[in-house]
């Protein structure tokens, strides 16, 4: 190195063989150092115990949902009518054995964390993933519904394709529906995973236990959260940055939080719900047909067949100097 | 299974081999279902249909795009100048091939769905990918400028460098200053499904077709949404939650949205907006050197040299029991 | 291709011996006119320059931390605590060879942009690289907090492992308080790159040099933004949109902006701030105990134990037509 001038040594790219033995001589004594520090602070290991559903094969579970879900969107390849079946055949058989695995995963998870006996996990993940895709049609149904919602409110859409296949809005409805399909057949964990996928990749968090109606358009999305009890009703439309929240968090006599009651509001039908409105509380009830305008904050029940409005807060108007 | 001890059970993991035949043999039962869904309830496919440009196909496009635009900046090894013409042409070759098929797609797409021959799908692919590669000294110009806007703009900038590097506002121009020229190509669905890619991976919103001049800042970023038909000035800042969207959405006799008509905002030079203003319809123009405060929500226009606050609603402070 | 029927020409996908010669001729003239127009027009690159480091190695490297940081969360398979050693060895001597790359590549990267010389460049990363590794169990102590926190802060979280495999907030901090570690030992553009990635996956967007206590817990969290001088102290809850930004950019006699200077506020002890509420500003003290409502816009101190909402804008119903 010493022979280098300044200015190549500048430039110098770091090879592999430049690392020195000095400092990797350091590293067992960190080893023992990091294995150690869990007994003296607090932290977190997960060591002896169920794999937890993995990540990366949700991932491949999710593309093969939207596969079977879209036939013929997302491949490199054309689909025919003809060989459909074998098509569809393979990917089902596919989606069967990694789904399976990881609803056993959830089932297993589930068993330790309450230390109770796991005799029968793989059966009931096999028979809970069977349950899954005999629900398939439905949700197909569903989709189709929340897609042509989608191409009546947005005037920028251009095609049914365009929304399929670039509307984040959409992607996050399919892992929405899917994700809520299995939190309700009982799987716990594999739901929340699924649907914090589909809001890292859209910015849109649904939580799995919400109940959402058919057509059900979201535009843009980012920001937008809806909260675990949430009931939303058919034909409702909102946009990014609303909120369906909870209002406030009730706690038990030991002072911990309540968790499973009612805490998120309900929406009926055909209500639109402008750009970052927040809407709280579970007991906060939008009535059918009701518009709520940008911006809006509300806590409390709004009856059906109205608009509500912020009175816009005055502007101020300055000539710059 | 059963000779394991409970312990043991609770522990298992799942072997490939413990799937059941019991299951698999309801599969293709399952599958002959999904495929007759289609015909009795609503759903959309796309079979024997023009191959949808790939997502993966554009991801590859997107890196080789950026790869050109800032030699030297995102691969993993040292770009010298003596060998700069080989490293860029054989960049711009692979483009060229990448982007040639997935621009034909889109033609062939577009074609189908008109019903339309499509007799020079190919030869037009060539066509335009070349046109949008002679567009690439251009780009590479327009995006400069919006870097020093960026150095320019925020004190937490330390170098060029950084910016290029890490900053969302520039991954996201870099993919619309891109897809805005397949755009006014008269390229269909790939432009959207780049610039909804760019939104997946920094939260901002920009439709293909908006215009939008040089030296252009985005700070932050997540949660913007900029329309279809937005047209911005040069040297113009937002942050983070700024929406340019429309206001009404007018149909036409048959109740059907009307498509492609003026409805975003116009935005003149050197306009500043801060973070979670909303600007709202398509006759709204907000004058040069403007500033638009934070939180501010407006629909009507704002003379040039102006300053707009929201008259700030009054704080209420409450000693907490 | 003029013997095709248009039926057959409408479905066609492009096989790569399609590619026309005609138009690849073009290519070369292309690639003169790329590389020429940099002396032309303004632009960027980043030749015969240090390597900047590699964003897919830094995804490498937050993996690694992530499964020191939580041993036998994310892996796909069973760590058990007789051969956790060899597995952490593993990993912390893998994280050494990466992490120490990387950093030297920072720092040749630095010395290249005051033009300074390199002559231990490589020693420091692996020295740097060290400190960070002893740093460690601090750093699981502090993520503990942080998770114990989101548990005790959220109705909707069913266990700790739900928290740990699916928050977008542990994820967010996980990635900061490593990034924060680096930053304060004087490693630059890297720090930046890693929150940055955060940033474009949950949204959340915190600056490597912000200082936030222990048991920091940000629920939904989509639009974030925690500047560069923010200090926050224990026991901090935040919601999805809160800003902690900056108010003005003071600029020296040049008029160049000032940068390092604080210009964010500070946050003590136990404050909550719901979502989207914005605070601004190097002199705004939020005091501890204090709670600041949604949507809330501040910019002057709060003192302890106060509660601040806004007088919220008066609602306006009207029955639709």
């Known amino acids: 190195m010493g022979s280098k001038s300044p200015a190549e040594q500048k430039r110098c790219t770091i090879l592999d063989s430049m690392v020195d033995n000095r400092y990797r001589s350091e590293i067992p004594a960190i080893v023992d150092m990091v294995i150690n520090s869990c007994s003296e602070k607090g932290c977190f290991d997960h060591l002896d115990a169920a794999v937890i559903p993995s990540k990366e094969s949700l991932i491949e579970i999710i593309d093969l949902i939207k596969d079977i879900l879209f036939p013929g969107y997302f491949g490199d390849q054309t689909v025919d009518r003809n060989t459909l079946s074998y098509h569809i055949g393979n990917e089902i058989t596919d989606l069967f054995s990694k789904l ?113 109606g058919k057509g059900f358009f979201i535009d843009h999305g980012t920001g937008v959260v809806i909260g675990e009890t949430c009931e939303i009703g058919d034909n409702v439309r909102i946009y990014q940055g609303v909120t369906l929240g909870s209002l406030s968090f009730p706690k038990n006599e030991k002072g911990e ?65």
């Not at 189709?144 to 984040?168: H, L, M, N, Q, R």
Request: aromatic share 6%.
């Open 257 to 321: 939080l309540i968790r499973g009651e009612k805490r998120h509001p309900t929406i009926e039908d055909d209500v639109i719900i402008y750009s970052n409105a927040t809407i709280l509380g579970g007991e906060t009830r939008i009535g059918a047909r009701s518009v709520i305008g940008g911006n809006v904050w509300i806590t409390k029940s709004v009856p059906p067949d109205t608009k509500v409005m912020i009175e816009e807060p005055r502007l101020i108007f300055k000539e710059k100097k």
């Open 100 to 212: 399976s695995k990881q609803i056993t995963n959830s089932i297993i998870q589930e068993c330790n964390r309450y230390d109770e006996d796991c005799t029968d996990c793989i059966d009931r993940g096999q028979e809970e993933t069977l349950k899954f895709l005999k629900k398939i049609p439905e949700l197909r149904s569903m989709l189709a519904s929340d897609i042509v919602a989608t191409f009546e409110g947005d005037p920028a859409a251009k095609s049914y394709d365009e929304i399929i296949f670039s509307y984040p809005g959409i992607f996050a409805m399919t892992v929405y529906r899917s994700a809520h399909q299995l939190h309700r057949q009982g799987i716990s964990i594999l739901p929340r995973i699924m649907t914090e996928y589909a809001h890292s990749i859209v910015g849109i968090d649904i939580h799995p236990g919400a109940r959402i």
